[in-house]
């Protein structure tokens, strides 16, 4: 890559990652790796097994990662 992502989205997936879920939950384990590259990251999980459409949740997402607040969040990362 040229250039490093503006931010990791992870998921989204069935299945709430909660808890000790996260010790083994690619979809936490994926954002953890932006994080540890210095790259902002959200993991995005539904806790519902019935919803037949992730369009709410990306939705959401979008306008989640489009707050000023996201936007401005810091590339610092673990090094």
Same mark, same amino acid.
């Given at each position: ?9 992870? *998921? #989204?997936?069935?299945? @709430?990652?909660?808890? /000790? ?6 979809? %936490?384990? !994926? &954002? ?5 590259? *210095? #790259?902002?990251?959200? @993991?995005?999980?539904? /806790? ?6 992730? %369009?709410? !949740? &990306? ?21």
């Amino acid at each position: 890559m040229e250039r490093f992502p503006d931010i990791v989205v992870s *998921g #989204i997936n069935h299945g @709430a990652n909660l808890g /000790t879920d996260i010790l083994y939950s690619g979809t %936490v384990s !994926a &954002a953890m790796e932006g994080l540890m590259e *210095g #790259i902002p990251a959200v @993991a995005v999980s539904l /806790t519902s097994y019935t919803q037949k459409t992730f %369009v709410p !949740a &990306a939705e959401f997402i979008c306008r989640l990662v489009s707050t000023p607040t996201v936007a401005a969040m810091d590339r610092g990362g673990y090094g």
